[in-house]
């Protein structure tokens, strides 16, 4: 099963009436709180590694992300635990690990069909739209793109909004000339 | 409060009726495996700093110990969260952490008034006796010492006997000229 996600900038109040009218169903909502944290030993944006502590309703959990196995899907090796927030914070402090980048997400959670449709505000970043639907395999990547631009021109976006850059990216102000929808919502 | 331990060689075969006429009560039983990992960018033993993942009857906890805050005391910052053993090992070795030592204790715990008595089974070491007191301030130290080894008259063990280095450090095969009463249980 892979993942095929679509991300762009879309003001919520412009969106909402919309998803009322395709009928779309709230599945419910979730704040996240995601701090990336950087090694003493070693440059995790050079071996494209992640360590997160990410804490969902009060509940945290510490994950660690390897780098991609290949070039072209997105697997990676991805290791979690749950863990005490604060605990880890302070172990991971005193390992010589420091906070990188913090990613504070609200999110609303919506279903329309086989489409999972999420409306993040993102501290500091603002309002975005994802659109998520999961294939049963490589075949069925490119169908399911088009069928999650199909549901975006709805919403007034199309390719050229897509945005690739992770929030944290966006935050840490990498890779900025990528998002070229900024206004388009 | 401060934790007062003496710990000594004690086969406990003979130590078992000793608590019997003596009447001490038995608290519980531990089973309790520690693995103590080495960071990839500084030496734990030099730096007086340790990090270990605790399983007690199936719970893992995370522990960071770090180096004594004086001379005097075993005073030292602790952090600890509850974690998932196995994908805790699966981060950390990603992380370049490695297994430096596993000490895997069997532990009796009985009271006698205001002492805690433990039968320490370690596996590749053998059998211990460890004895602990309360101590409300630093005044009540020699007090509670001297009480200990009151009580260990009784299992034949004197001052002589009383064994400084840590399991892990025995185990790892350190400071094993410390441990001056190895035949005297």
Known sequence: MIEVEVKVRAGHSKVRPILKKMG?????????SDIYFAAP?????????ALRIRSLDGQAVLTYKGPKLDG???????FETPVDEAATIQILHALGFSEAGLVRKHREIFSAGDIIICLDSIESLGEFLEVEIVADNEKDLETSRAKLFELLKQFGAGEKDSIRTSYLEMILGKSNHQETGKNSN
Chains 1, 2 share one sequence.
């Open 41 to 49: 030993h070693r440059d995790f944006a050079k071996t494209d590694e």
């Open 72 to 78: 072209v899907s997105k697997s990676r090796e991805e």
């Open 24 to 32: 779309a169903v709230k599945l419910g909502v979730e704040r996240q």
